[in-house]
């Protein structure tokens, strides 16, 4: 076997001699395009309202040291002018639109995407005659439901909201039909059934006004759990399905690999991506998010790509256990407002790199006990192959991958704590020839991402060996492998005595 070494500082990573090891396996299988990461731009965590531009200025754009490229902001529900409904948890305040605006500008000028959800529809349109959801006193918890005589109304609405954004100069890519339509709440809220929003889609959303914003995407409600009801009736109604481009949800108590795994599978049948719209991995505690922690939120990304999801967008942008520092001096040391957090290193893991990619299949053995903790994911992106690896437990484990392609380079991001040093640590893996076996043994409690180079040459000579019985004159193949009638351009030539040579051909 071939030795690789990496090195940064004083770090080191060599091919490991240990008999136990964890066997993964890539294949060729391709499975989901990932659309991209994000995060919402809300009241609470821009204060105020979405007009502080300083987190999106450190997430986003091409100079961003995390790169996310979706952003989600509520469509409270007002209308546009004078006419309008207090702000959650302070009901004597009104709050508009406008609060999205500045966020939203900046996520588009650096190419991003922005989607709007309604918190609710209008009180008017309303059976308890209010925004909030119901689960309040004061109204005699009386379920806030979109009157079935307002169905008509609810579309129309919301292209007032894709008008005033345009006015404001957003070009809103996607619209909800509702955030968590299952679960009652005090503040702004909606409750649908799974049958409530069949009949509002499949009735009403050709009122949505895709002629004047072509590339306008309808996006399903948002379940609190990832409930596959909501999804699978929209889905298995043809007329519904038809008008539905993404299936989203929630993972509030349901783990990636249960609900929204089963919404996934269907969804993927018909060709419908997949968002995890909304969740905050250890919400609310009282300090900083440890590296354990760190790590669970890093297993969670992965297993929403296991699951089938396109999309990932967590919650707030700004808060102690989010990406981006709130400066509160009682999760001081290192909450310094507007920095950037530790998980925001970890989430860039995913959002700089798988973003844009196709996820591979791929399959693991164990030839011990050890390494049970370790979750893994791999993908292809232009002539990068990627390998993800997550170890949350203190003893070394060792990785043994099997490649689909040999690749000639690599590079291993690797993050083994909070501490800033730990967290961008780059590596240079050399390869002395192209392969398709590595072997490596992983830093425990870490997050590694394995960027290989494909050998493209390399590959395309090797299946030309296999693909074609043996020939008296030449053959011809392009730069993948596939055989071609006649050479053109850069193309690769196996000769009859077996030598191979690259090309390239002048008309």
């Known amino acids: 076997m071939k030795q690789i070494f990496t090195s940064v500082l004083a770090l080191a990573i060599?091919?490991?001699?240990?008999?136990?090891?964890?066997?993964?396996?890539?294949?060729?299988?391709?499975?989901?395009?990932?659309?991209g990461f994000g995060a919402a731009a809300c009241d609470g965590?821009?204060?105020?309202?979405?007009?502080?531009?300083?987190?999106?200025?450190?997430?986003?754009?091409?100079?961003s040291k995390v790169g996310l490229n979706i952003m989600r902001m509520e469509i409270s529900p007002n209308f546009i002018g004078d006419v309008r409904v207090p702000e959650w948890g302070n009901w004597d305040t009104p709050?508009?639109?406008?609060?999205?605006?500045?966020?939203?500008?900046?996520?588009?000028?650096?190419?991003?995407i922005v989607f709007g959800t309604p918190w609710s529809p209008p009180g008017d349109y309303k059976t308890n005659g209010t925004a909030q959801g119901g689960n309040s006193e004061d109204q005699g918890y009386q379920r806030g439901e979109l009157r079935e005589d307002c169905y008509e109304k609810f579309f129309p609405w919301l292209n007032t909201f894709?008008?005033?954004?345009?006015?404001?100069?957003?070009?809103?890519d996607a619209v909800s039909v509702q955030n968590e339509p299952d679960w009652w709440v005090s503040y702004s809220g909606?409750?649908?059934?799974?049958?409530?929003?069949?009949?509002?889609?499949?009735?009403?959303?050709?009122?949505?006004?895709?002629?004047?914003?072509?590339g306008l995407r309808l996006i399903s409600a948002e379940p609190l759990g990832f409930d596959p009801n909501y999804s699978n009736m929209l889905l298995n109604d043809a007329v519904a399905r038809d008008q539905v481009d993404i299936i989203a949800g929630h993972i509030y108590g349901h783990p990636p690999l249960g609900n929204l795994k089963s919404a996934a599978t269907l969804a993927s049948k018909y060709g419908k991506e997949v968002?995890?719209?909304?969740?905050?991995?250890?919400?609310?505690?009282?300090?900083?998010?440890?590296?354990?922690?760190?790590?669970?939120?890093?297993?969670?990304?992965?297993?929403?790509?296991?699951?089938?999801?396109?999309?990932?967008?967590?919650?707030?942008?700004?808060?102690h256990w989010a990406f981006v520092g709130t400066g509160e001096s009682?999760?001081?040391?290192?909450?310094?407002?507007?920095k950037l957090l530790p998980r925001a290193y970890v989430m860039s893991h995913f959002s700089k790199h798988v973003t844009g990619s196709t996820r591979l299949k791929t399959s693991r053995d164990k030839t011990s006990g050890e390494g049970a903790a370790l979750e893994t994911s791999a993908y292809i992106k232009g002539d990068s192959l990627i390998v993800m690896a997550i170890d949350t437990v203190e003893t070394p484990c060792a990785i043994k991958m099997q490649l689909p392609y040999k690749v000639k380079s690599g590079t291993l991001l690797l993050s083994t704590g909070n501490e800033l040093e730990n967290l961008c640590q780059k590596i240079t893996m050399e390869i002395?020839?192209?392969?398709?076996?590595?072997?490596v043994d992983l830093h425990p409690r870490s997050l590694s991402t394995f960027i290989f180079m494909i050998d493209r040459e390399e590959d395309a000579i090797r299946d030309m060996k296999y693909a074609d019985a043996p020939s008296s004159e030449s053959q011809y193949y392009d730069l993948q492998g596939r055989r071609i009638t006649a050479p053109h351009d850069l193309y690769i030539e196996k000769r009859a005595d077996g030598t191979s040579r690259k090309v390239f051909h002048q008309q």
């Open 162 to 172: 894709l008008e005033y954004m345009k006015s404001k100069g957003v070009d809103v």
């Open 275 to 319: 968002w995890m719209t909304e969740h905050s991995v250890t919400d609310n505690i009282d300090h900083l998010p440890n590296w354990h922690e760190q790590l669970i939120f890093a297993e969670e990304l992965n297993e929403c790509m296991l699951a089938g999801c396109t999309g990932y967008i967590y919650w707030y942008m700004r808060a």
């Open 45 to 63: 965590a821009m204060c105020p309202f979405g007009t502080d531009t300083q987190p999106v200025k450190l997430l986003y754009g091409p100079t």
């Open 14 to 35: 060599a091919m490991t001699t240990q008999a136990a090891f964890i066997k993964l396996t890539v294949d060729t299988t391709r499975c989901q395009t990932i659309t």
């Open 190 to 214: 909606c409750l649908y059934t799974p049958q409530q929003q069949l009949k509002l889609v499949k009735n009403y959303a050709h009122l949505l006004d895709r002629e004047t914003y072509p």
């Open 95 to 112: 709050y508009d639109w406008q609060g999205s605006v500045p966020s939203a500008k900046y996520v588009k000028q650096c190419g991003g």
């Open 330 to 338: 009682q999760y001081n040391p290192g909450n310094t407002k507007n």
């Open 432 to 439: 002395d020839e192209p392969t398709n076996t590595i072997q």
